[in-house]
């Protein structure tokens, strides 16, 4: 495959900080740049090259990337077959290929390995162990020459002697050396397949008081800087990282651009390095320290020399290696004919070169002794020996004070990313993401560029594809990517490379994975200096993706937390908190900004849950709120607030008027009906408005006058509105009142029953005495059932006082009958909350048994309405009533919205006609049809009929004109206290049946 355009070289690395990686990086930069070609990294660990069954355009890079590097361990089967398949190169570095015919470039792992282990043999060493990570390519090269160096020189292979590790760093060769320890040191030298593993090794050796050769002689591999600094020096294999993805690259490129096939395996040589650890004394190369035999002459000889000292571990260097060699050698030939020394600066100059890839001590040590031991075979006179000496001075301080102020600014370096890291990490932690993603805390690193993209999510069958969320640039106008979206194959776009390769030397472009968890989120792409993006322990674009990650997982978190903190969880509306909100928004948009806020409380919705459970309860109100919404708009704002209650705020340019235009737009929305499990159902809603004034500017203040005015409206009846006045807040004040008052009353014993009798009339006899409660106000004297019966239904109080009523009914009756009235009942109002509590009959049953009264003397009366409520739990109690006895009356039949199906199911024995249709009965026509058809239905059921609210001798003949059984009113008698109604029941007229309706009438006055 050849590309005529500068190609573009993807590298799948596991890490993408360290000394390895920043070495190898630094490699393939160096080639890349100078044939004009741009890098980009992948950091492999965690990164999701393609979703499973992927198509080609869901393939990281696939279309972006001319070529690929892959160093160390890499297997990704899907990933490899499909670049093949397209003729797109694979070049291993590090590590074997994973399919057949592959290229692979690795450095020399046998003859340098061979090459230690025959050493420690020939210090006497027969019980040789090797420690290191057999999972990777390169330890298993290097155990197959440890063994067969053991082999070669006839020793046996002791398998307990291989102590396999799960990596290859320090933390697992301290492990190593604790087991060491713990097999009792079965062997006199160690072989570690890396420094680090050996450095690790010997950390544990010193800590058990062990010496390092005398005791147990030890080998590494790869020459990081530490192995020369530590003590002893660690002996140790020389590769070049750098040198081997150097020699990678420049393979790639030779394929991509001029058609040369790919070697299948191609070895970069190493050097095995003798320090003292294995128990040698000299750290240096003595051969370069004597003058070549093959130099024309000394300058010459000391150049070649001191070159070899430059690329004695840079095998793909010539002369270029360190051109001031030359320079350095002509002017100590003037220095020792007299000509004068250089300053300072041209001192530093001739040292610069080799410094810039020279900092260890090894190489500053041995640069030193062949400079001096060249120099000191010259044949000078004395004067030029004294000469030559002063130069060689300079060039010692010179070198050393240049060496050590760039290990100043080194440290310096160090200290400056971590001070910048600290601020990222400070950054990150309160960072918090969104729509428009501010990457602004890399200015703290020497990034040039980078871009946030994040996975999106799959719509409508398109691909997933990454969205550029947030930019950086360290230059204001360079980006060029931001809200932008790529297919995977397609990042990075060929933008970025061009925009890595204008910004200079040394810069690669790495993508890292964002994760959170185990989710995939997306990428973090850095276009920095190798020095900078891949430092050790200090803070790389790895640390920075981890720390994305983990603000990006804490944001959705936070979102989610509001959310359920402001979203009702069922409808997905806003709740009360986030109504709250939006109210202090609109109140602060100014006077100019007119609305209103809508109370809604749904009518009879407790029949729904009873009826159909809760599951159908929940899914109509869902649907309730999606009507809402839409009859709403996007201009205002639904709500609820809990159970069946929703709020509504709208804009009102005209005050009332759009107010309850929006009022009639809910009511429609909620007239058509709604289907849950195949049945149709009806529901409406009770609505009170409020409209935004100075007076209840606060949100608390709007929302409380539209519930009180809801309140009023549901007074009214179903589906009935009210806006608010403010004469309504002084009554919902004075309910407020009441409520805290009747629980005082039921202590104190305020309440008292009065009786109303009931006449039948057939024969003129009183029947029964309707209990009616009455409240003796300490203050505001007797008041009206009218005012806190309501109240105390609403606030649970209906059946602590529906007992008192009870209990006080039946010891009335009980003294009747001791005192020698006439065989009547007593009819006690019961709420339809109390009559389906649990224990009701039980109550009542106690109570006959307590006050020895039979169950004929005990008669309840229930509102028609309450009938709707649970019918089957309604029917199975009030057959239960019936066994028991006790007769059960309809009060205020003709009112309720019960159908005249259920009477045939209710077991009742009594209808009472509500004095609503009795008071225009004389003069009413419709009035009359409705009492005459209920007394028929009636008959027709076996059920007695009783009218309420006589007060006219017309009422009364007509009544019994059409054949009802008993009245009762205040022509008859009004409510007596216990004793009055005592006498009234005594001296009863049993004659009044026979008389005239006039004369019936005076009688039954004289009676009272």
Known sequence: MQTKRAPVIGVLTPFTGGFYYGAAMAGIERVAEARGATVVALQTTGLELATAEATDDQYLGLDSIDGWLAVNQFEAPAFTARIRARGVPLVYVNSRSEAPGGSSILPDNHTSMRAAVRHLIEHGHRNIAFAGFLGQVDLRERYEAYVAALREAGLEIDPALLFESQANFELEGEELGQRILAAGLPCTAIVAGTDRLALGILSQLRNAGLSVPKDLALVGFDDIEQAQLVDPPLTTVRQNFALVTATATATLLDHLLGGTPLPLVLRVPTTFVRRQSCGCRAEYDPSLSLPSAGAADAEEDLAAALRAVATRDRLDEGPQAWPGARAMAAWLRRVERGEPAL???????????????????????????????????????????????????????????????????????????????????????????????????????????????????????????????????????????????????????????????????????????????????????????????????????????????????????????????????????????????????????????????????????????????????????????????????????????????????????????????????????????????????????????????????????????????????????????????????????????????????????????????????????????????????????????????????????SIPIGKWALATACRAAKSWQREGAPPVYVSVNVAAEHLLSPGFVDLVESLLVENGLSPHALGLELVERSLAHERDLTIRVLGRLQDLGVRVAIDDFGTGYSSLSYLKDFPVSVLKIDRSFVHGLASDSRDSAIVHAIITMARGLGLGVVAEGIETEQQLEALEAQGCDAVQGYLLSRPLELAACRTFLANEQPTVARQSPSQRAAALRLVQ
């Open 343 to 797: 300053d300072d600066q041209d001192l530093n100059a001739l040292w610069s070169d080799f410094l810039e890839g020279h900092r260890d001590a090894a190489s500053i040590d041995q640069v030193l002794t062949v400079l001096e031991g060249h120099v000191r075979t010259w044949p000078v006179d004395v004067r030029g020996g004294r000469a030559l000496a002063s130069a060689l001075r300079q060039l010692r301080v010179a070198l050393i004070r240049n060496w050590r102020r760039l290990e100043i600014e080194r440290n310096r370096f160090y200290e400056s990313v971590a001070e910048a890291n600290a601020k990222i990490n400070h950054a990150l932690a309160s960072w918090r993401p969104h729509a428009g993603m501010d990457l602004s805390w890399l200015r703290w690193t020497r990034a040039s560029y980078a871009c946030l993209a994040l996975w999106t999510e799959p719509v409508d069958g398109a691909p997933r594809s990454l969205e550029v969320v947030g930019e950086y640039a360290a230059e204001a106008g360079t980006e060029c990517l931001r809200g932008s979206s790529h297919l995977p194959s397609h990042f990075p776009p060929r933008r970025i490379g061009e925009l890595v390769s204008g910004l200079g030397k040394r810069h690669v472009f790495t993508m890292v994975p964002v994760k959170s968890g185990t989710r995939d989120r997306g990428l973090l792409a850095i276009a920095a200096p190798i020095e900078v993006e891949l430092l050790d322990r200090v803070g790389n674009a790895g640390d920075w993706a981890a720390q994305v990650g983990t603000a990006l997982e804490r944001a959705e978190i936070d979102q989610q937390l509001r959310k359920n903190a402001f979203q009702d969880a069922l409808t997905g509306l806003p709740n009360r908190a986030l109504l709250m909100e939006r109210l202090e928004t609109f109140a602060l948009e100014g006077p100019e900004r007119s609305f209103a806020v809508l109370f809604l409380d749904l009518d009879d919705f407790k029949k729904i849950n009873d009826s159909k459970g809760h599951s159908a309860g929940d899914q109509l109100l869902v649907a309730i709120a999606g009507r809402l919404e839409r009859a709403v708009g996007a201009a205002g704002v639904v709500a609820r607030l809990g159970g069946d209650e929703f709020a509504v705020v709208v804009p009102c340019a005209e005050g009332t008027r759009d107010a309850l235009a929006q009022v009639g737009a809910l009511q429609t929305a909620l007239r058509a009906p709604f289907v849950l499990d195949g049945d149709v159902v009806f529901i409406s809603c009770s609505i009170g408005v409020a409209l935004a004034t100075k007076e209840n500017a606060s949100p608390a203040a709007l929302l409380r006058d539209a519930d009180t005015a809801m309140y009023r409206a549901k007074l009214e009846g179903p589906g009935h509105w009210e806006v608010f006045r403010h004469g309504m807040h002084t009554q919902a004040v004075e309910r407020l009142r009441l409520d805290s008052r009747l629980r005082q009353a039921l202590e104190r014993e305020e309440f008292a029953l009065v009786y109303q009798p009931i006449i039948a009339l057939a024969d003129g006899r009183p029947l029964s005495a309707e209990a009616l409660i009455r409240w003796h106000h300490p203050e505001q004297g007797l008041v009206s059932p009218a005012r806190f019966l309501a109240v105390a239904e609403e606030v649970g109080l």
